[in-house]
């Protein structure tokens, strides 16, 4: 088998079928498999990609278990040379996973490679651009939204200026769509650090990666569309802040001295009763 396509699936019943097609159309000349790991979903996602796709593994969780976990139980039934993880909201154009992973096989120094993101229409999905590692000053403004107010802040964090277009070297890319070599996970023994539960274990492969010695490229030698979040659309602010903070605090813990670390475990607090009084404030609920 030449690629193993894993994805963690939450309650995405409406889009998951668009993506597994796509999966289809993205390998021409390569052998593929595609498992599908569902996190404790409400809706039919499970029946419906059993009934319409049946060549597709599936994982079924009765709660979530994490991103990071359940890709790595994708991983435990994967038998590809190369492993692509990819999100149910993510579609990829035809014939073009052939492409990366001939990529892959002529850069023998690479982990992990991103490849370019776009909306719908073909423009550059600036959210989905890669970021550098991130320091402790950045994550405290983020805990407490100040970017809101002052944007231009998190220029360096976000790599301002980035180029699309040209194939680079760098610190982190998008967790979302990241083809990694089996050479590498296996060194690991695992593709995500299972001590994450969601954010930043992309950060953290990405920084394994370059400790053992390969690179993390970027290149536009394919693009993918990125619908983005969907499933966080079903997700409270106070959710996503509890999460964010959470997986913020053990990275740093795992990179970074106790001094950092601390600065973050008494951030964490005020950010997180900051997103529940928005919560009231806007009166959403948590749904799914």
Request: glycine letters at 8%.
């Amino acid at each position: 088998m030449n690629l193993s396509v894993i994805t963690v699936t939450w309650n995405a019943e409406e889009i998951i079928g668009r993506q597994i097609r796509s999966v289809s159309s993205g390998c021409k000349n390569i052998t593929c498999e595609e498992i599908v790991v569902d996190n404790g979903s409400r809706d039919r996602t499970v029946e419906y990609i059993k009934k319409e796709f049946p060549a597709v593994k599936v994982i079924a969780n009765s709660d979530n278990a994490g991103f990071g976990r359940a890709n790595n139980q994708g991983l435990e039934i994967a038998s590809g040379e190369y492993l692509l993880f990819l999100n149910p909201d993510m579609k990829v154009t035809e014939g073009s996973l052939d492409r990366l992973v001939e990529w892959m096989r002529s850069h023998p120094d690479v982990g992990i490679v991103g490849p370019k993101l776009t909306d719908e229409s073909g423009n550059f999905n600036t959210e989905a651009a890669p970021r550098r590692f991130p320091k402790l000053w950045e994550q405290i403004l983020m805990i407490f939204k100040i970017p809101h107010f002052f944007p231009w802040i998190l220029n360096r964090y976000l790599m301002k200026g980035f180029d699309p277009e040209r194939e680079q070297e760098v610190d982190t890319v998008r967790g979302a769509f990241m083809l990694m070599r089996l050479e590498m996970v296996d060194k690991l023994g695992w593709a995500w650090d299972p001590r994450y539960f969601f954010w930043f274990e992309d950060v953290d492969i990405c920084r394994e990666a370059k400790r053992l010695g390969y690179k993390v490229m970027y290149s536009p030698v394919i693009s993918g569309v990125d619908y983005v979040g969907q499933s966080f659309k079903k997700r409270t602010t106070l959710w996503k802040q509890k999460q964010f903070t959470a997986g913020m605090l053990k990275y740093f813990q795992k990179w970074e001295p106790w001094w950092k670390w601390m600065w973050i475990y008494a951030a964490r607090p005020a950010g997180i009763f900051l997103a529940w009084l928005n919560d009231k404030i806007t009166g959403r609920e948590i749904r799914g």
